[in-house]
């Protein structure tokens, strides 16, 4: 079998899971399980022996014409580089351990059938995004994965955070898509295809008129499905969807999308210097702000999802520096140990029952009662805060390294400014990653207080997977040094310079924490908070549920409980409150934006009830009474049918005359 048809089976055998799931979901129940994991395993496979036979060598492209526009064609095309061959099997792999975790956490939900046909849904079209050779094809898979997040953020319907979160995650992402495909076709008109290999063709020959709009529409999108600033909002109220739904989004799919796009287009981007200012300072607020919420929130997944804006900024900093290389270095590794953190943190929640970390830290002996997952998380946590030698270090280290040679002027494809804007912004960053790192791994697992509760032991399907996932976390970034043909052909290894200096601030950040919780903690065993809502016997989802529908009446705001032990509090002074809420970003976006269409939408609903249908009902209306005295005159009687007819006969005739006397006599 070829390799390009191994190809075209790795987005096929995902997609034609969904699709007998959907069909057999409701007749033959017992297929849905199957159905769901064995064509995702099965393309994980595939894309392994794709990436085997690619070899980081050239790449591979094939191409046929799907069909004739007149102007543009559009072509069902692949391109197979050394990225997209490794962004394949990233994918391949937390897909598959999403699908059999979710197996055992959704073991009883009534709703699993349609769940996992849309992750294996979701799967096919992040696929086809990476092997797609035409934008057109890619747009296709870029949209399903919207609409699949629609449907799996808002798994939980009969919750209104669930509801709300999918309807907001769809809108956001929605509003970068407009200027994303704008600038879609804007691309294809200067370059006349949308194939990859032609824009890349016309740029290198200086074809693109007008690169810096170009971009800037371009980047609207890769905003909007990256979560970065500004529309990144849609994000962190994306937790309220299950927690396996949570992983695939923010290690393999839908967010990994933008920057991996960028990273493909990345010569375009890098045709204006402008474009690239704007993506560093886009990553810069975004690695900073979205480090200060972390270190504030109280939802344990609220953490993960403000640390995945964050990682998604690193990603962005590295491509605003030209180094596409260290962007999906990045976007593999942190793909791992993210993918792991999510699912360990659905272990945590349903044996804690809750989501609060300020009730974990009152409870003792949770770390006991779930040894994998918290073994698991611990690598997880590492990795995420750069600690050598876990995966985290070595990627993030090449993002610094590229930053590094940018801003000193021995890299020429990026202005130096924008490199010293991604360089002080990482390391200010590095120090806030490994400082809510080291909260939540305090706040999870070394409570003191009552014993944890005990909600029974967790399916081996779930843990299982955690340790086929901390394999990358710990290995892949050793392992990259091998991998050199994959990423453009150059070295990722880090530099002494960075190396001490990210390091350094990293273990800063974690022992100013400890330090800070250690002040603290003495004041959890004084202040009572909440209780655990979660039921006993629950099954992992229904857990997780509770836990969302129940911690703003339990513990506080969703965003951060009343907690004076909190070590956050301490570190953040007087910019906990805003962080906590996001920097009220929803608040000003709803000032600015949504009331204002709202109010426009208010005065057109009025103009159109009364004023367009006032003339609408009074044209009716004279319609009607003119119908009416029509109706009077037909009597049925013939001697007034006559009578009139010879009185307007009488009439026509005075009025003949009349227009001839006056006629003549003028």
């Known amino acids: 079998m070829t390799t390009t048809t191994l190809a075209v089976l790795v987005p096929l055998l995902p997609f034609l899971g969904a699709a007998g799931g959907l069909l057999l979901g409701r007749t033959a129940p017992g297929f ?52 997209a061959a490794l962004t394949a099997v990233l994918v391949g792999l937390v897909a598959s351990c999403v699908q059999i975790y979710s197996t055992g956490y959704l073991r009883d939900d009534p709703r699993y059938p349609s769940y996992a046909a849309l992750v294996s849904l979701f799967t096919a079209a992040m696929l086809l995004v990476v092997y797609s050779g035409d934008l057109m094809v890619l747009l296709v898979g870029w949209e399903i994965m919207g609409i699949c997040s629609y449907f799996l953020v808002g798994h939980y319907w009969e919750t209104p955070e669930a509801r709300a979160a999918s309807l907001k995650a769809f809108l956001v992402t929605k509003l970068g898509d407009v200027p994303f495909l ?26 693109i008129d007008h690169p810096t709009l170009v971009a800037l529409l371009l980047l609207a999108g890769v905003a909007g499905k990256s979560a970065q600033f500004p529309l990144h909002t849609w994000l962190p109220d994306a937790m309220a969807g299950p927690t396996p739904v949570s992983a695939l989004i923010h290690a393999a799919t839908m967010v990994a999308a933008g920057v991996y796009f960028v990273a ?56 605003a520096v030209g180094d596409r290389g260290a962007a999906v270095f990045h976007l593999l590794s942190h793909g791992a140990f993210k993918a792991l953190l999510f699912l360990a943190a659905g272990v945590i929640i349903h044996a804690a029952g809750t989501n609060s970390l300020a009730a974990m830290s009152r409870m003792r002996g949770l770390a006991a009662r779930i040894p994998d997952a918290y073994w698991t998380m611990t690598v997880a946590l590492l990795a995420l805060a750069a600690i050598p030698p876990f995966a985290g270090f070595f990627s993030k280290e090449a993002v610094l390294v590229a930053a590094e040679h940018t801003a000193l002027g021995d890299r020429s494809v990026a202005p130096a400014g924008a490199g010293w804007i991604v360089l002080v912004s990482g390391l200010l960053t ?18 003191r207080g009552a014993d944890a509760p005990d909600h029974g032991r967790q399916p081996v399907a779930m843990n299982a997977v955690l340790w086929v996932l901390a394999v990358p976390s710990l290995a892949f970034g050793v392992a990259v040094v091998r991998l050199d043909d994959w990423f453009d052909g150059h070295a990722l290894t880090p530099t002494v310079t960075t190396a001490v200096l990210g390091t350094g601030i990293a273990l800063v950040g974690g022992l100013v924490t400890y330090a800070a919780w250690h002040h603290t903690r003495a004041r959890a065993a004084r202040t009572e908070l909440g209780a655990v809502a979660a039921h006993p016997e629950s ?26 032990a909190d070590p956050g509090r301490l570190l953040l002074g007087p910019l906990h409150g805003p962080a906590a809420a996001g920097f009220r970003l929803d608040a000003v976006y709803s000032a600015l934006f949504v009331r204002p269409v709202r109010a426009a939408a208010s005065l057109v609903s009025f103009l159109d009830r009364e004023v367009v249908e006032t003339y609408v ?47 003549a006599g003028s």
């Open 617 to 663: 009902r009074g044209a009716g209306s004279g319609t009607n009474l003119l119908g009416r005295a029509v109706r009077r005159a037909q009597t049925g009687n013939v001697q007034t049918y006559l009578s009139v007819l010879l009185a307007g006969s009488v009439v026509l005739a005075i009025a003949a005359v009349v227009i001839a006397n006056v006629n």
């Open 539 to 564: 099954e992992p989802a229904v857990s997780e549920a509770e836990a969302i529908a129940t911690h703003t009446p339990a513990y506080g705001d969703i965003a951060a409980a009343p907690d004076p």
């Open 182 to 207: 704008i600038g879609l076709f804007a691309l294809a008109a200067d370059a006349g295809t949308f194939r990859i290999t032609g824009i890349l063709g016309a740029v290198a020959a200086g074809g």
């Open 264 to 319: 493909r287009l990345l010569p375009v981007f890098a045709a204006s210097a402008a474009a690239l200012t704007v993506l560093a300072v886009m990553a810069a607020v975004t690695m900073v702000g979205s480090g200060l919420a972390a270190l504030a929130q109280d939802d344990i997944k609220r953490v993960l999802a403000y640390s995945t804006i964050g990682q998604l900024g690193y990603m962005s900093g590295a491509l």
């Open 430 to 447: 590095a120090l806030l990653t490994a400082a809510y790192a080291t909260r939540l791994w305090l706040l999870a697992f070394r409570g």
């Open 32 to 83: 849905v399980r199957p159905l769901a994991v064995l064509p995702t395993l099965a393309a994980f496979v595939l894309a392994v022996l794709v990436a085997v036979r690619q070899g980081g060598g050239r790449a591979i492209d094939a191409a046929t014409q799907l069909t004739p526009t007149g102007s543009v064609p559009i072509d069902l095309a692949l391109h197979i580089d050394g990225f």
